[in-house]
């Protein structure tokens, strides 16, 4: 028998390659096959309900990286609560009405004038399947459990029926109205647009000064003087009908250049500046309340402005006089309907000019601001035009610029509920306390939703019109129709007459002769997805309302987080969550924003290809999710470094636990060794760390936690002595049990621990342990223990490790001075002070095997002798020396006891022994 037969160099098959993108496949198969995901839940059947309700992604093809960190980062909260004593189901869901797919249809060559609506329809509703099977696949192939063969989606009967009630109730309440006033209209969409779906990007716009002529002054004003207006968008001037004055405010009346002008008293110098008068000349002063109802001429159309009071005028910019077109603008239009003034809007939906802005006909509203300029300049009102650069609101599907347009629209009245909106937000647990004040403000400064867009593929809006114009939105009529959607989805709106989608026998005074139309206009996709509380989480019997969480992007408090708290609150008086937590955008690894134009995106499927879902997933824990996070092949390959790390660590103890049995093998944590009983203290902490992380949805800490666990505890200290007892102690000995018994703690509760980020790779280290539950999803988190003695044991070992660490350093420093080579060839000798001894006393424990030195030997801390070799610490000095002797064969310590057993090999006492005990034909050779 040779002397390496004597060794417990045990084999295990856990392979050190993860091999995870053709592995997780199969994994995800036998999960399937399982039902895994519906065995979980029954298990917890009877636990307390924890419900993160998903904000459903836009069905538009394959999934980016930022649904992967979403989608993932849901799946871990999910998990975590699914394993620690709740049920947790989890329904995804899909949005999937609105511009974007009719869009994509024109793009592939569809020809939209050339079909009927329900057709158009139709075809919409394909492409949206086709979409979300893609997105589906691309979730399920990320790891994520979930309903996926029962989610919610938009585009559902069911879901369009109750969200028709939602309607309903709202218009029960009278929040839902119908109006004519300026709202965001996107000429490239040809379609209203709420608040939520406004972006902003820069543009060039002209800057310009223009001459009101006074018409009748009032006895205040002579007709040879002009108000100057400042605006930014000439093409609005056609619209003009008034001048706002702010009425607290001092004008004056100033002579320039050989003409008198009207601005506001505290403007005047700026003014005078800016448009470079010369000999300007003060003549009188008027209060803004006194001009109230003066009038002035049109600089090109023959109509009057109406001089008016407006308390939005501001004296930051411009002159202190506003133009006023309240076809164009919310502030405008509010004022003037003090007045009484009419709304024009001559601006069609395309944003070209209608026949209500004569010379303009036809004309796209930008380009007539260098025709309106050029009228200007001709009749002696334009004062001054350039250009300048500021930040624009976009369409943000288009990328294109919005007007406000006067249009008939519908809206949901936010005023009339305003303070309870509000009143909900403070209810809730917003985990980002910035959260709460950022959709706070929103509500506090949003004007009435429109909820009407003018597009063909969405939820109609259940409004009939009688014979005499008058809307028709009763309770009777709004739930005919969600049972008709309910039984043959929301197309039927758009095939069958008005008079059938109505009550038999329905009759409006309004009707004289039973004839009804219907609304064209769909609802705002906001309205769709904002709904799903009442679709979802009140209509499917294993949810529960208000839903515990809802997460999604930060981009999400002007969208879902919005829509669906203003819903919820009409009709519920509640807000759906109880809790938000929002998440940051994914950048490059430079902080740049992806764009495949640039070539910087990060493909979820093809990074699954290459290194595996579970290195998304730990990527994902990885990142601070509260800010913006940044994801690159290089931050994604140190992650792969890390789960390197904990997967070989984790390796390390399956493999040294091949022979152990824990039922008939395991120790009890009183009878273990004082160094075991400080991992098992360790590990404690760890397991109440890394749960506090999920409790707290901080999945960086977690992901630091076990890194620094599995590196530093395991890696670098426990499992580094661990070799001289595993591989040298006989098989049953105490000391090799204790350890193993410490190593099967760290390989169950880090198998659990890791399950919500790694399910894979968690699933494979489960196989190789004796547990009672065939598949680690359906085992329990583990439990944080109290230990009788832990607060002295982890007191005592952490100062321990102080002085490790000097060892440590001073071995290093005798391996750069060609002391030493490798830690088991030092002999060290240690100066202590009492303290130090007292300490390493009490420990009871081999502190030479524990420091991996040959030989240790502890002297006081005053009989160290004046040796330059000596380190110096604090309350210590160590030297750290060669070791003479001879190396034991079987150990590999270096020992001046060595007996030579043959030719060239030596076993050390403690070799020897267990040889003559165990392995005696190793020494009868």
């Known amino acids: 028998m040779e002397i390496k037969e004597t060794l417990n160099l045990l084999k295990t098959t856990f392979p050190m390659r993860a091999g995870l993108p053709n592995k997780e496949p199969e994994r995800q198969k036998e999960w399937a096959e399982a039902d895994l995901y519906n065995q979980r839940q029954e298990l917890n059947k009877d636990k307390p309900a924890f419900v993160l309700h998903d904000g459903p992604p836009y069905a538009n093809g394959n999934i980016h990286i930022g649904h992967a960190l979403n989608k993932i980062s849901k799946d871990i909260i999910v998990r975590y609560k699914s394993m620690s004593g709740f049920r947790a189901p989890y329904v995804p869901g899909w949005d999937t009405h609105g511009l974007p797919i009719e869009q994509a249809l024109t793009n592939t060559g569809v020809d939209r004038k050339s079909m009927s609506v329900v057709e158009f329809r139709k075809l919409c509703e394909e492409y949206a399947w086709e979409q979300i099977e893609k997105q589906r696949t691309d979730f ?109 405010t001092t004008y004056t009346v100033l002579e320039a250049d050989g003409r008198k ?163 909900a937000v403070e209810s809730v647990d917003w985990l980002q306390p910035w959260g709460m004040q950022r959709i706070y403000n929103m509500v506090r400064d949003r004007g009435d939703w429109v909820i009407s867009r003018q597009r063909a593929w969405g939820v109609p809006l259940p409004i009939f019109y009688a014979e005499n114009g008058d809307p028709v939105i009763t309770p009777e009529t709004t739930e005919h129709v969600a049972q008709l959607f309910e039984k043959h989805g929301s197309n039927i709106w758009f095939e069958k007459e008005a008079v059938d989608l109505l009550p038999k026998g329905f009759t409006h005074p309004g009707s004289p002769n039973g004839a009804f139309t219907k609304e064209t206009d769909i609802m705002d996709v906001w309205f769709d997805s904002g709904s799903s509380h009442h679709a979802v989480l009140r209509k499917r019997d294993n949810l529960t309302f208000p839903a515990d969480l809802y997460l999604e992007g930060s981009d999400q408090y002007r969208g879902w987080f919005n829509s669906s708290i203003t819903t919820s609150v009409a009709i519920n008086g509640v807000s759906p969550y109880k809790a938000v937590l929002s998440q940051g955008m994914v950048l490059d690894g430079n902080g740049k924003k992806m764009s495949k134009s640039v070539g910087n995106v990060i493909d979820p499927n093809k990074v699954i290809k290459q290194m595996g879902a579970d290195l998304i997933r730990l990527w994902v824990s990885s990142v601070d999710t509260q800010a913006d996070v940044r994801v690159s092949m290089d931050i994604l390959k140190q992650v792969s470094e890390v789960y390197r790390k904990i997967r070989n660590t984790i390796r390390f103890l399956i493999q040294n636990t091949e022979d152990f049995d824990f039922k008939a093998d395991g120790i009890a944590y009183d009878d273990l060794r004082p160094v075991d009983q400080y991992l098992m203290n360790r590990l404690n902490q760890t397991v109440k760390n890394v749960v506090d992380g999920y409790e707290r949805y901080d999945f960086s800490d977690i992901f630091k936690e076990i890194n620094h666990f599995c590196t530093l505890d395991v890696s670098n200290f426990y499992a580094n ?205």
């Open 261 to 423: 002008f009207v601005v506001a008293s505290e403007m005047a110098e700026d003014v005078a500046e800016t448009l470079e008068w010369e000999k300007v000349k003060r003549i009188k002063e008027i209060r803004g309340s006194d001009l109230e109802g003066v009038t002035a001429q049109h600089p090109f159309y023959d109509r009057e402005s109406l001089v008016i009071l407006g308390d939005h005028v501001t004296l930051e910019d411009g002159t202190g006089l506003v133009h006023t077109a309240p076809g164009h603008g919310e502030d405008d239009y509010i004022v003037c309907q003090k007045y009484q003034l009419p709304v024009i809007s001559p601006v069609d939906s395309k944003g070209c000019f209608t026949e209500e802005a004569p010379g303009l006909e036809g004309v796209f509203y930008d380009k007539a601001n260098k025709i309106i300029t050029g009228w200007l300049e001709e009749n002696g009102a334009l004062l001054k035009l350039d250009f300048f650069t500021h930040s624009y609101p976009h369409d943000w599907r288009t990328k294109k610029p919005v007007i406000f347009r006067a249009t008939p629209q519908w809206f949901a009245s936010i005023n009339n509920f305003r303070a309870d909106i509000l009143e």
């Open 721 to 925: 002595f661990a070799k001289d007892i595993l591989y040298i102690d006989a098989p049953n000995d105490y000391s090799r049990r204790a350890m193993q018994t410490v190593f099967y703690h760290i390989i169950r509760d880090l198998t659990k621990l890791l399950t919500p980020i790694l399910p894979h790779s968690a699933e494979e280290m489960w196989t190789y342990l004796q547990e009672e539950e065939a598949y680690v999803q359906l085992a329990e988190f583990p439990e944080v223990k109290t230990f009788s003695n832990q607060e002295e044991v982890l007191n005592k070992w952490t100062d321990f490790m102080k002085f490790r660490d000097k060892v440590l350093k001073a071995n290093e420093v005798a391996r750069e001075n060609k002391v030493i080579g490798k830690d088991f060839e030092a002999k060290t000798t240690v100066y202590a002070t009492n303290d130090i001894k007292q300490l390493l006393d009490s420990l009871n424990s081999d502190i030479r095997q524990i420091l991996i030195a040959s030989e240790l030997n502890i002297e006081d801390f005053e009989n160290k002798p004046e040796d330059d070799s000596i380190l110096d610490f604090e309350g210590v000095a160590i030297k750290v020396e060669r070791m003479p002797g001879q190396v034991c064969t079987r150990c590999r310590i270096t020992s001046e006891n060595c007996q030579e057993i043959s030719e060239g090999e030596y076993l050390c006492e403690r070799c020897y022994d267990i040889c003559k005990t165990h392995y005696p034909e190793v020494l009868n050779k």
């Open 140 to 248: 399920k192939r990320l790891g994520v459990a979930g309903e996926w063969d029962n989610p919610y989606v938009t585009l559902n009967k069911e879901y369009e029926a109750e969200q028709i009630r939602v309607f309903g109730k709202m218009a029960e309440k009278d929040y839902i109205y119908r109006g004519l006033k300026p709202i965001y209209w996107s000429p490239s969409s040809e379609s209203a647009l709420a608040e939520a779906e406004i972006e902003y990007h820069d543009v060039r716009s002209a800057n310009i000064y223009v001459a009101f002529q006074v018409k009748d002054g009032k006895s205040l004003l002579d007709t040879d003087t002009s108000f100057v207006i400042w605006t930014t968008t000439p093409w609005t001037l056609p619209a003009n009908l008034a001048i706002a004055v702010k009425p607290d």
